[in-house]
């Protein structure tokens, strides 16, 4: 099966305390995406990563780090320091080409505060 | 920035009937526009996109119109059916770097 894999489904975050996502992908994309989705809202770019080794910053990327050290994953941190983290946050892959491609999506993986 | 706008926020049509969603975006130079079908708890799928050197695009029910001199896009779903209840995104390019802009998205509910 080819496709995006992000675990867990559900995360619990006590105060003061990182969690990391997983987010895999089989597909032999270059790109790699991690998007937030709050309620009634679209989705907002955290960071991502067009080649290994290399990352750049979103729109929100305060609170959050993630690493690139292999082409297949890229997990993202939420850090003690991103206040309001409950979210649905969103993992997505593309190809580089010379046109820009189309992104492909993970499950997702829903983040609570205890 | 650059933004993207869409409407309605939520649409109910009856089973049978066709429904239409319309973005408009701000930047010019985007040139690529995908739109998303998300249902709930899950990631979004591309249900179908445009590139800026077509004016249309059709994929059985669903077909995708753009307007470049006025910077608006519109998804048109016909003959809609229950399965099409869901939250629809569009998105459009912005700058070189491969990355999107959302559409705060649009709940379609089909009524029977």
């Known amino acids: 099966d080819g496709g995006i894999t992000q675990s867990p489904k559900y995360l619990f975050r006590k105060e003061g305390q990182n969690v990391t996502l997983s987010c895999e992908q089989n597909l032999n994309h270059d790109a790699m995406y991690w998007y937030r989705q709050d309620p009634g809202q679209g989705l907002r770019l955290i960071y991502y990563?067009?080649?290994?080794?290399?990352?750049q910053k979103g729109d929100i990327a305060e609170g959050y780090s993630v690493s690139r050290e292999k082409k297949e994953s890229f997990p993202l941190t939420v850090t003690s320091a991103q206040k309001n983290p409950t979210a649905f946050y969103l993992c997505?892959?593309?190809?580089?080409?010379?046109?820009?491609?189309?992104?492909?999506f993970g499950p997702g993986t829903r983040l609570l505060v205890l | 920035g650059e933004n993207v706008e869409q409407h309605p926020s939520t649409l109910s049509v009856q089973e049978g009937d066709s429904a239409v969603i319309k973005c408009t975006y701000s930047d010019s130079a985007s040139n690529y526009f995908p739109w998303y079908k998300q249902e709930l708890g899950k990631g979004p799928q591309l249900i179908i996109d445009?590139?800026?050197n077509v004016g249309e695009k059709k994929d059985q029910r669903i077909a995708v119109t753009l307007n470049k001199t006025a910077k608006h896009f519109s998804l048109h779903i016909t003959e809609t059916q229950p399965e099409d209840s869901a939250v629809y995104f569009c998105a459009a390019s912005v700058g070189s770097n491969y990355q999107l802009i959302w559409g705060a998205g649009t709940k379609l509910i089909i009524k029977p």
């Open positions: 990563s067009q080649i290994v080794n290399d990352f």
């Open positions: 445009i590139r800026s």
């Open positions: 997505a892959s593309s190809l580089i080409s010379g046109l820009i491609e189309t992104q492909y």
